[in-house]
Every structure is written in structure tokens, then in C-alpha cells.
């Protein structure tokens, strides 16, 4: 049976999406193509009809994953978007988290295509992180996104290593609760004084950004 444009899109994004899923969940060597396409609910056959590669695929859904955050974090401030990556919550839901987090490790050895796409995720997380009128807080934009470069790589670098202890690791949450207060104890008064007080606990204070 025939399917229509339409439907063959909408397939391909199903794909996309399912995969995006996967990878943040099992790594890019830990998810096989018959196993993703199984997943989203077709043949294994099917696959390169609709993309280049694997690697096509890898690219494609960090783009998508790296989409979600970026539409979370619009609109929620620093000391909020701090709080809720660096809370359990986050870190215990990789299939759903940060794709930067989950996967930059993996992307680094990947081939330019998906580099470049993390590359230019980071920029898009930097442009939601920087707000646009920090020039009116006397915070030049190169001032601004320095700061949000120097957050954003802490705490993902923060979610990396807790990941890398054992599930039930005081260590793991000690690295959350650590990096947490430190990042927000760096920001000015003026930025944190509208949030929540922190708990030295690892589960983080506010509710997920959306």
C-alpha cells in the first residue's frame, strides 16, 4: 500500500524522535539500526529509504533533541534552568534530558556532520541562556555570553560525571548540590533573588522549565 507524502514525513519524524530518544538513553554505539527502527514501530528495511546513514540519523536527531531543550529553557531565567538541570530529576531521565550531556562524549568521535550540529546546538542554548536585554542590566553581549558559555559547560560537565557514579553514589548527588550552589552563589544577587533557596541534597528546588 501506497503511503503519502504526508504520512511519509510524518514516519521520518517519528523515526527521528524515536531515535533521539534512544541515543540519549544508550549512547550511538549502544543502539543498532534494526533495534531503533523496531522501536519506532517499522522494518528494519525501511531505513534507508529514508536516510543517508546512521550517522545522517545521529545528526538529525541531536538536532531534535537539542530543540527541546532549547524550547524548555525559553523564557525560564539562569538561576531557574540551573536548578532544574542540576536536579535529580534531570539526571535520572537521560532519554528525555539534555542531549548535550548525554551525547557530547559520543559526538566527539563522530564524523563533522554531527559536530557540527552539536556546535551549533551549543549556540542556540547560548542564544536562550543570553538574554536580550542584558544590555539593559549594564551586561555588555560579549559579557553575556561568556557567562552563559561558563554556566552552560559546568553544568553539563556537572550531569556528565554524576551519570558516571553508581545509581545510588552519594558522590552523585554531592557532585549536583556542589556545582548547583556554586553556580548560583557565582551569579549576582539581583538574578538569584527572584528564585527558590537551594538544599545542599542534589534534588534541585524548582520545577522543570517549560
Do not use: W
Request: proline content about 4%; aromatic content about 4%; overall charge negative.
Amino acid at each position: 500500500m501506497k503511503i503519502t507524502k504526508a504520512q511519509a514525513q510524518a514516519n521520518r519524524e517519528h523515526v527521528v524522535e524515536t531515535a533521539s530518544k534512544l541515543f540519549r538513553e544508550r549512547g550511538y554505539d549502544g543502539v543498532g539500526v534494526a533495534d531503533l527502527m523496531a522501536a519506532a514501530g517499522f522494518t528494519h528495511g525501511g531505513f534507508y529509504k529514508q536516510f543517508r546513514s546512521k550517522a545522517d540519523l545521529m545528526a538529525e536527531s541531536a538536532a531534535c533533541g537539542i530543540a527541546q531543550t532549547v524550547a524548555l529553557s525559553a523564557g525560564v531565567n539562569a538561576p531557574e534552568f540551573v536548578r532544574y538541570y542540576l536536579s535529580r530529576e534531570h539526571r535520572d531521565t537521560r532519554a528525555t534530558g539534555c542531549t548535550m550531556a548525554a551525547l557530547g562524549g559520543d559526538a566527539a568521535r563522530q564524523p563533522e556532520a554531527v559536530r557540527a550540529t552539536f556546535a551549533a546546538g551549543i549556540e542556540s542554548l547560548l542564544a536562550a541562556l543570553s538574554p536580550e536585554d542584558s544590555a539593559l542590566d549594564g551586561v555588555d553581549t560579549g559579557q553575556a555570553r561568556a557567562r552563559s558559555l561558563d554556566i552552560l559547560a559546568h553544568v553539563v560537565g556537572a550531569i556528565v560525571m554524576s551519570r558516571a557514579c553508581p545509581d545510588d553514589s552519594p558522590l552523585a548527588d554531592e557532585i549536583l548540590a556542589v556545582c548547583r550552589d556554586e553556580i548560583l552563589a557565582s551569579m549576582s544577587p539581583s538574578v538569584t533573588a527572584a528564585g527558590e533557596p537551594t538544599r545542599n541534597d542534589g534534588s534541585g528546588t524548582s520545577a522543570r522549565p517549560e
